[in-house]
């Protein structure tokens, strides 16, 4: 499964980090922003909140989670939730993981044997 909601390994990253936030819990934006530090997502500048709700607005258009208005607070809040889909990529992203630690931990090695020389 593809999602062209980023560039390259940071908006991989971040699509993927805030997947898996809201499918631990269903979110408000500002909420999810709080959130992407514990990841080492850092989005500096002003316009920090516009980069996350650019994502989620793709993650939205990929089918990968939807949106429901919470009416009960004021002023209403979007609320983010995994789809299937959303949750398909999720397994897809684990598997991608796996294969890239298997390579970290082989590249590691093989450094640490060539700087014993």
Same mark, same amino acid.
């Given at each position: 499964?593809?999602?062209?909601?980023?560039?390259?390994?940071?908006?991989?990253? /971040?699509?993927?980090? $805030?997947?898996? $936030?809201?499918?631990?819990?269903?979110?408000? @934006?500002?909420?999810?922003?709080? +959130?992407?530090?514990?990841? @080492?997502?850092?989005?500096?500048?002003? @316009?920090?909140?516009?980069?996350?709700?650019?994502? $989620?607005?793709? /993650? #939205?258009?990929?089918? $990968?989670?939807?949106?429901?208005?919470?009416?009960?607070?004021?002023?209403?809040?979007?609320?983010?939730?995994?789809?299937?889909?959303?949750?398909?990529?999720?397994? #897809?992203? /684990? +598997?991608? /993981?796996? *294969?890239?630690?298997?390579?970290? *931990?082989?590249?590691?090695?093989?450094? +640490?044997?060539?700087?014993? *020389?």
């Amino acid at each position: 499964m593809r999602f062209r909601g980023g560039r390259g390994f940071h908006g991989w990253w /971040l699509a993927s980090v $805030l997947l898996l $936030l809201i499918a631990e819990e269903p979110s408000h @934006g500002y909420e999810l922003a709080e +959130k992407l530090s514990d990841f @080492g997502v850092e989005i500096p500048g002003i @316009g920090h909140m516009g980069s996350i709700y650019r994502m $989620l607005a793709s /993650l #939205e258009e990929g089918g $990968l989670v939807q949106t429901e208005w919470d009416t009960t607070v004021s002023p209403p809040r979007k609320v983010y939730r995994i789809t299937p889909r959303g949750r398909m990529y999720l397994r #897809e992203t /684990l +598997k991608n /993981l796996e *294969e890239m630690k298997e390579r970290i *931990e082989m590249l590691e090695r093989r450094i +640490k044997k060539a700087l014993q *020389e």
